[in-house]
């Protein structure tokens, strides 16, 4: 029975995060450490990920001493970085679902992927939210109406 419930919920949360905007793609290891430099993160800094995948900015972000958290709504991504995070890292979390009712007021970083169309969206909830001196990373799609600060290889950094 189990492996046909497994497959099911591997197969249910990939769909559901290409559904919501957020397909798996995850951060090629050789950005993660330019790509947290290019943000200027520091210790104590709040550091959020939202569609964090496996994990792997989030923990980055920890090891630099950043409060770290991500949140995925794919099960087993969620699994996985838990696993990759939190035993490693007490002061990173790993939320389970979605990420478009998180407030992103308290943040000092902001890492998101979503597809183009819903790029919009969430330019318009950073706006309302984010703080002044924050920086939002977008990886490989750009915000539609704000110019980037500077941009990395695959990534677009913007300050509020």
Known sequence: ????????????????????????????????????????????????????????????????GAIATGYEINPLLWFIAVLRTVR??????????????VDLAKADVVMIFLIQRFM????????KQMKHGATLVSYVYRLPTKAPRSTGLSWFIYRY
Not at 88 to 101: Q, T, V
């Open 1 to 64: 029975m189990l492996w046909i419930i497994l497959p099911l919920i591997i197969l249910v949360g990939f769909g559901i995060a290409g559904f919501t905007g957020a397909p798996w793609l995850p951060t090629r290891r050789r950005d993660v450490a330019q790509l947290l430099d290019d943000t200027n993160l520091r210790k104590g800094q709040i550091f959020l990920e939202l569609g964090c995948g496996d994990g792997r900015l989030v923990a980055a972000a920890a090891k630099r």
């Open 120 to 127: 919009k969206r969430f330019e318009n909830k950073a706006q």
């Open 88 to 101: 490693y890292y007490p002061r990173a979390k790993i939320h389970l679902g979605s990420f478009w009712p």
